[in-house]
């Protein structure tokens, strides 16, 4: 080959210090986005849009109330939200554990509650679980075509909770939390399985709930129900494949 010839393009591997250019029409972030969103499925945003169809007929959506001589408390919410929450119960760390199990589930919450804190926090921590409870219930209806049950084990730095959620009909719990103090900001830990056990009972599902390991009792609280709002919108998800049907080989589910 003379001086100045010019070269001829090697087809292969590029040498070390050149640069190689992607094949034609294939972007490397695009590669990445697509294998990124195949690893989720449910839980995925869009891939969620597409599992859980817009509501037809009727919206699932409830307005509770509730009066005693201990506690008045509201509650409005819709199944199929975007995570919005407003709460208020005067007790500051319960907002914000309903706030995040409503945020991962997916469900907008408005709840108000007043109570008698200044005898006890159990009468309006009970209460706004039992008035929870009633308004998921109400807003599930006969929960035809849904997928009726849903699991979720959530990480929350040392901690981890897992929920497990039944919506057929029975009530139970299962509560296993490692709280070691009396109180996480000026919510009592011993009130908490008071207000899961009324959920479940007004809601009419089987409830487990349990945090293995935990350092913080914040935390165990918190992936607790964060874990429990996924559960929540696994369970109340419509299946597509079963629309208009229990999920029961009985053929209906007691509601």
């Keep these: 080959r003379g001086e100045g010839a010019p070269m001829k393009a090697r087809r292969g591997r590029s040498r ?27 839980h995925d945003a869009e891939d969620a849009e597409r599992r859980e169809p817009p509501p037809r ?5 409830a307005d509770v109330s509730r009066t005693t001589r201990e506690t008045t408390i509201r509650c409005t919410l819709n199944v199929d939200g975007r995570g919005s929450a407003r709460v208020d119960t005067s007790l500051g760390f319960l907002d914000h554990l309903l706030t995040s199990m409503a945020a991962h589930g ?18 309006t921590v009970e209460d706004v679980g039992l008035v929870l409870g009633r308004a998921l ?39 296993d939390l490692p709280l070691r103090g ?40 918190e992936a607790a129900f964060k874990a429990l709002g996924k559960a929540l919108r696994e369970a109340t998800a419509r299946d597509p494949r079963g629309a208009g049907d229990a999920a029961s080989t009985k053929g209906s589910v007691d509601r």
């Design 57 to 61: 007929g009727s919206a699932r959506r």
């Design 137 to 175: 219930h109400a807003a599930l209806g006969e929960a035809q075509g849904i997928r009726r049950t849903g699991c979720f084990l959530f990480p929350m730095d040392e901690a981890v909770g897992f929920a497990a959620l039944d919506l057929g009909g029975r009530t139970s719990l299962v509560c």
């Design 182 to 221: 009396a109180f996480v900001g000026e919510l009592q830990t011993d009130v908490v399985e008071d207000f899961l056990l009324a959920l479940a009972r007004e809601l009419r599902a089987s409830l487990h709930l349990i945090v293995p390991w935990a350092r913080s009792d914040h935390h165990a609280l």
């Design 16 to 42: 070390p210090g050149n640069t190689a250019k992607p094949a034609a029409g294939i972007r490397a972030p695009a590669r990445f986005r697509r294998a990124l969103a195949a690893t989720w499925r449910f």
């Design 106 to 123: 997916r469900i907008d919450l408005r709840l108000r509650a007043r109570g008698d804190l200044h005898v006890d926090q159990h009468h």
